[in-house]
Every structure is written in C-alpha cells, then in structure tokens.
C-alpha cells in the first residue's frame, strides 16, 4: 500500500501487489491529499498523483517522453508504434490508424458485438451463476477484437495466454521461470503470430485490420514487416485486456452497489455516463510510464533528467481537485477523466471500448438485473492493469419462458 519513508523524506507507494489492486481507492485519496510526487516501493521511481500534474505530464511528450527503450521489458523486441514513440513520428503513424478504430467504424460493427453479448449471455443466464471474467468479461471484447484483426476467433485461449504471458507473467500456475524469461518466450509467439497472418493478407486480402496494414500507402511507401508487427504487437496486447478489465471493474461495482445497478437496470439511457464513471472512478489502467527528458520540479520533490516516471491515473482520475466528489456519479456534468490518457497517446481503441463497455452493460443488466457476488466468495484483482480475474456471481434465475429484452425467451 503506501507508507511514509522518514529516512527519505519520500511516501511510499506499492503499485504491483494484489492488495492495492483490490483496494486502490484508499491509497490514491492519500496520496493525492499528501504529496504530488510519491515513490515507488522497491525502486524508487517518481509517481505523479495529482490531476492537473498527470494531465500536464500526458500532453507534454518534450518533457515526459514514452520513448523508454529498455525500461519496460514487455517482450518486444523493437519499440510498440504508436505508443512507445513520440511525435512528430508517432502523429504520422496515429494518422493511418485513426480512421480504422473511428466512431463510425464501431458503429458498423454494433449489431455484431450487440448479437454476440446475448449469445454469450444465453448460455449461463438460466443456471443463475457465472464467473463473471471467464464466461463474460474475456470472451466478449476479445473475440470482437480478433475479429477485427483478422485472428481466428476460435483460438481465442490461446491469444488470451500469450496476452497474459506478457502482462501478468507472475500469475501463471506451475511456471518457475522468471518473469522476464516468460516475457520473452511470450513475445516472441505473438511476433510469429502476426508474422503469418501478414504473408496470409497479403496473399488473401479480407476487410480487417492486418489487410489495412499491409495494404496502407505510408507517406507514399507501404509499412515494413517490422512496422506492422511492432504495431500489432501494441494492438494485441490494449486489444485483449484493457476493455475486460474495465468490464470487470465495473461489473464488481454494481454487485456491490445494488442502489446504482437497479437505477441503470431501470433507465438504460444513463448507462453511457455510468460507463464514463466507471472508466474513471475504477482506473483499470492504473498507471502508465514515461522517462523525463529534463530536470522537473513538482511541488518539494525534483524529478531527474533520464528517471523513469509514473503517471497515476488512478489517483489523478479521483482527484477532488478536479471531480469534487469522486464517487460514482451518473449525473456528473463533467467528466474530463484521464482512463483513456490524453494528448498525442490518447488511446487508439477508445471508440471501441466505449462501444463494448455500452452494450455489454445494456445487454447484462436487461437479462440479469438483480445480482451479486456470490456468498462466501472474494474477487480477485490482478496489479498492474486491474483485471477482476475471479468474479462468481449469483443472480435468481429467470422464471421459464420469461422473455429477454428483444422479446425472445430468455
């Protein structure tokens, strides 16, 4: 959690444990009342806390730079495009991305992602009980994105493994090895991965995301194998985790919550802002890094030229500061929350999440509006990006031959 360090005159953070994953809020109330610059437990490292501080740092590449070259070993073997680069290089790959993760593009593929959401929900919706992650939070932003890519949605676990092999290396059961060598090994699958599917669009162009890359004009060349890997590379890893997350988060919320969840049962029109809410009040991506390109000076606490930094979008998301109450608020006038990030790296993907998050909220709390964790039993929450990776939930099963809410029976 976090602690004062008297002997450095420095407050301690502990940003990886299972512990602050499970109950961040705590921690990011402290810290944003207390010090604008905490540390790291163990390294050390500069953490900003406060909204304004975050928001400043996330729109000032000259200052806070992504570009981190051996600072964060995530199994690549080159830097991730867009996100490890700066502008103006990374402007100019962000421009042939946009248009294919645009507001319209998602609203193409709604009807798909809506018909999936109650197919997966028939399935468990009678028995009363699922684990929320496996049956619902994974397979449903995953396949849509695999789909989009080009990958076969059938072979959904194992991308899911290789996903995780890179972001939570220490959870996997019954592998001693350290986590940097599963990292590796890990990576080097996903590059092999993408490597076949590029020969594949190339030799059979089809209307997805690998047949876009392959087949773009780049400032007047086609991207290099490298290029295109180093971007799927990004694509694979946002694309398979952060929407489960943020799904997850908020489904735990309103298990625990039942006042909010019988009013978004109830008025499905509020779920677009519950989803904003949510997105900020829960932060799955708690943190993200960047590397000062020169000596900063933030409040007491003095930020050195090459250090590695923190941003905590957690905390900065919950800053009274900027929020006033921090609580869930459906009815917030504004909500300039920093889940997506902000500036030159503000997340690619957010249409899509935004989408995903809507529909599976509207699709779950109008076949299963009344349910809850079940008894005896505690989530677990991974550190790191904030995954609920063992939610069961419990809810009375419908009557027989009650209908859905697209009239069919449930």
Same mark, same amino acid.
């Given at each position: 959690?976090?602690?004062?360090?008297?002997?450095?005159?420095?407050?301690?953070?502990? &940003?990886?444990?299972?512990?602050?994953?499970?109950?961040?809020?705590?921690? $990011?109330?402290?810290?944003?009342?207390?010090?604008?610059?905490?540390?790291?437990?163990?390294?050390?490292?500069?953490?900003?806390?406060?909204?304004?501080?975050?928001?400043?740092?996330?729109?000032?590449?000259?200052?806070?730079?992504?570009?981190?070259?051996?600072?964060?070993?995530?199994?690549?073997?080159?830097?991730?495009?867009?996100?490890?680069?700066?502008?103006?290089?990374?402007?100019?790959?962000?421009?042939?991305?946009?248009?294919?993760?645009?507001?319209?593009?998602?609203?193409?593929? +709604?009807?798909?992602?809506?018909?999936?959401?109650?197919?997966?929900?028939?399935?468990?919706?009678?028995?009363?009980?699922?684990?929320?992650?496996?049956?619902?939070?994974?397979?449903?932003?995953?396949?849509?994105?695999?789909?989009?890519?080009?990958?076969?949605?059938? +072979?959904?676990?194992?991308?899911?493994?290789?996903?995780?092999?890179?972001?939570?290396?220490?959870?996997?059961?019954?592998?001693?090895?350290?986590?940097?060598?599963?990292?590796?090994?890990?990576?080097?699958?996903?590059?092999?991965?993408?490597?076949?599917?590029?020969? +594949?669009?190339?030799?059979?162009?089809?209307?997805?995301?690998?047949?876009?890359?392959?087949?773009?004009?780049?400032?007047?060349?086609?991207?290099?194998?490298?290029?295109?890997?180093?971007?799927?590379?990004?694509?694979?890893?946002?694309?398979?985790?952060?929407?489960?997350?943020?799904?997850?988060?908020?489904?735990?919320?309103?298990?625990?919550?039942?006042?909010?969840?019988?009013?978004?049962?109830?008025?499905?029109?509020?779920?677009?802002?519950?989803?904003?809410?949510?997105?900020?009040? +829960?932060?799955?991506?708690?943190?993200?890094?960047?590397?000062?390109?020169?000596?900063?000076?933030?409040?007491?606490?003095?930020?050195?030229?090459?250090? &590695?930094?923190?941003?905590?979008?957690?905390?900065?998301?919950?800053?009274?500061?900027?929020?006033?109450?921090?609580?869930?608020?459906?009815?917030?006038?504004?909500?300039?929350?920093?889940?997506?990030?902000?500036?030159?790296?503000?997340?690619?993907?957010?249409?899509?999440?935004?989408?995903?998050?809507?529909?599976?909220?509207?699709? $779950?709390?109008?076949?299963?509006?009344?349910?809850?964790?079940?008894?005896?039993?505690?989530?677990?929450?991974?550190?790191?990006?904030?995954?609920?990776?063992?939610?069961?939930?419990? $809810?009375?099963?419908?009557?027989?031959?009650?209908?859905?809410?697209?009239?069919?029976?449930?």
């Amino acid at each position: 959690m976090s602690r004062p360090d008297a002997e450095k005159g420095r407050h301690r953070v502990q &940003l990886f444990s299972a512990e602050y994953a499970a109950n961040p809020h705590p921690v $990011w109330q402290e810290l944003v009342e207390r010090c604008p610059v905490a540390h790291s437990a163990g390294a050390g490292t500069p953490v900003i806390t406060r909204y304004e501080d975050v928001l400043a740092a996330l729109r000032d590449p000259e200052r806070f730079s992504s570009e981190m070259e051996g600072a964060l070993a995530l199994g690549t073997q080159r830097p991730m495009i867009p996100q490890q680069i700066d502008p103006p290089a990374q402007t100019r790959y962000r421009k042939i991305l946009d248009p294919h993760f645009s507001r319209r593009r998602m609203q193409q593929i +709604e009807g798909d992602v809506r018909a999936h959401a109650r197919g997966l929900i028939d399935a468990f919706c009678e028995r009363g009980a699922c684990e929320f992650d496996s049956a619902f939070a994974v397979p449903l932003p995953c396949s849509v994105f695999l789909t989009l890519m080009g990958l076969p949605r059938e +072979e959904l676990a194992r991308f899911v493994e290789l996903k995780d092999g890179i972001i939570r290396p220490e959870a996997r059961e019954n592998d001693p090895r350290d986590p940097a060598e599963i990292r590796r090994e890990m990576g080097a699958r996903i590059y092999q991965c993408f490597d076949r599917l590029i020969d +594949e669009r190339r030799a059979e162009p089809r209307d997805d995301t690998m047949t876009h890359l392959v087949q773009v004009d780049f400032e007047g060349r086609p991207l290099t194998r490298e290029e295109i890997l180093d971007i799927s590379f990004l694509l694979f890893l946002g694309g398979l985790d952060t929407v489960t997350a943020t799904l997850g988060c908020s489904v735990a919320y309103l298990a625990r919550n039942p006042g909010l969840r019988r009013e978004l049962a109830a008025h499905p029109e509020r779920i677009p802002a519950a989803v904003e809410e949510f997105l900020r009040h +829960e932060s799955p991506v708690m943190s993200v890094p960047r590397v000062a390109k020169e000596d900063v000076t933030l409040g007491d606490s003095r930020i050195h030229e090459g250090e &590695l930094v923190m941003l905590l979008l957690g905390s900065a998301n919950n800053d009274p500061a900027e929020f006033g109450d921090p609580s869930v608020q459906c009815q917030r006038e504004r909500n300039r929350h920093l889940a997506f990030g902000a500036g030159p790296h503000r997340c690619l993907g957010s249409h899509l999440a935004r989408m995903e998050l809507r529909i599976a909220l509207e699709e $779950w709390l109008a076949r299963i509006p009344e349910f809850a964790i079940a008894p005896g039993e505690t989530p677990i929450y991974s550190p790191g990006i904030r995954e609920v990776r063992y939610l069961p939930l419990v $809810w009375p099963p419908p009557a027989p031959g009650q209908a859905g809410r697209d009239g069919s029976a449930a």
